[in-house]
C-alpha cells in the first residue's frame, strides 16, 4: 500500500488498488464485520459455478455465511458451518486447479463470517482464492497470468462497490481537507 500511497493518504490507496485483499484491510478500519463478510462472500461467489458437483457442500457452506452477513443465522450456526467447510476442503485436497481454489475462497469466506479475529485477513483471502480459481480456467501460463490480474482487478471493484460507506468516503473527504 506505501507504493500506492507514498504520503500515507487512504484516498488515492482506494481508489486506486486493484488488490481486493488490500482494499479488504483497509475496510477493516471502518467496516463492520458483517460489512467484510459480505464482500468476501460477494467474491466467493463468484467461482461458484468452477465447483464440482461432489463439492456442493461449499455452495451450502457460502449460504450460510451469507445468511450470517444478513443476521440470519446465528454465530455459532457460522461457525459451526465454517469448520465443516475446513473440514471437506482439507478432505478434497488432491483437487487441483479451479476446483481447489473456488473451495478455499468459499472455505475462507465461511471463516470471514465464523468468529475469528482476523476476519479481515480471512476475507482478504477469499478474495485471492477467487481471484486463482477464476485464473486457474486458464489453458497457458500467460492466460492464467492475464486472468489472475483481471480478476484481481475485477474483485477489487467489487470489494470497493460492496464496502462503499459513509465512513470511508468521509475519511477520504477528511484527508483531502487541509489540515491547521
Same mark, same amino acid.
Given at each position: 500500500?506505501? *507504493?500506492?500511497?507514498?504520503?500515507? /493518504?487512504?484516498?488515492?490507496?482506494?481508489?486506486? $488498488?486493484? +488488490?481486493? $485483499? $488490500?482494499?479488504?484491510?483497509?475496510?477493516?478500519?471502518?467496516?463492520?464485520? @458483517?460489512?467484510?463478510?459480505?464482500?468476501?462472500?460477494?467474491?466467493?461467489?463468484?467461482?461458484?459455478?468452477?465447483? #464440482?458437483? /461432489? +463439492?456442493?457442500? !461449499?455452495? =451450502?457452506?457460502?449460504?450460510?455465511?451469507?445468511?450470517?452477513? @444478513?443476521? /440470519?443465522? &446465528?454465530? %455459532?450456526?457460522?461457525?459451526?458451518?465454517?469448520?465443516?467447510?475446513?473440514? @471437506?476442503?482439507?478432505?478434497?485436497?488432491?483437487?487441483?486447479?479451479?476446483?481447489?481454489? #473456488?473451495?478455499? %475462497?468459499?472455505?475462507? !469466506?465461511?471463516?470471514?463470517?465464523?468468529? =475469528?479475529?482476523?476476519?479481515? +485477513?480471512? !476475507?482478504? *483471502?477469499?478474495?485471492?482464492?477467487?481471484? %486463482? %480459481?477464476?485464473?486457474?480456467?486458464?489453458?497457458?501460463?500467460?492466460? @492464467?497470468?492475464?486472468?489472475? !490480474?483481471? #480478476?484481481?482487478?475485477?474483485? &477489487?471493484?467489487?470489494?470497493? *462497490?460492496?464496502? #462503499?460507506?459513509? =465512513?470511508?468516503?468521509?475519511?477520504?473527504?477528511? &484527508?483531502?481537507?487541509?489540515?491547521?
Amino acid at each position: 500500500m506505501r *507504493k500506492q500511497s507514498p504520503a500515507r /493518504e487512504l484516498g488515492p490507496v482506494w481508489r486506486a $488498488s486493484e +488488490n481486493p $485483499s $488490500s482494499l479488504l484491510l483497509l475496510g477493516e478500519l471502518l467496516c463492520s464485520r @458483517r460489512l467484510l463478510a459480505t464482500a468476501a462472500c460477494s467474491c466467493a461467489r463468484t467461482v461458484v459455478e468452477l465447483l #464440482s458437483t /461432489e +463439492n456442493q457442500d !461449499a455452495l =451450502s457452506a457460502l449460504e450460510v455465511a451469507e445468511g450470517w452477513t @444478513r443476521g /440470519e443465522v &446465528a454465530d %455459532a450456526v457460522a461457525t459451526e458451518s465454517m469448520e465443516r467447510t475446513w473440514d @471437506r476442503r482439507a478432505a478434497a485436497e488432491h483437487a487441483r486447479g479451479p476446483i481447489r481454489a #473456488s473451495a478455499e %475462497a468459499i472455505a475462507w !469466506a465461511a471463516q470471514a463470517a465464523a468468529v =475469528s479475529a482476523e476476519y479481515a +485477513n480471512a !476475507a482478504g *483471502k477469499a478474495a485471492v482464492h477467487a481471484a %486463482a %480459481a477464476r485464473a486457474a480456467t486458464g489453458r497457458t501460463a500467460r492466460e @492464467r497470468t492475464d486472468l489472475y !490480474a483481471q #480478476s484481481m482487478r475485477e474483485l &477489487a471493484d467489487l470489494v470497493r *462497490k460492496v464496502l #462503499s460507506c459513509p =465512513s470511508l468516503d468521509a475519511l477520504i473527504e477528511a &484527508a483531502r481537507a487541509p489540515r491547521p
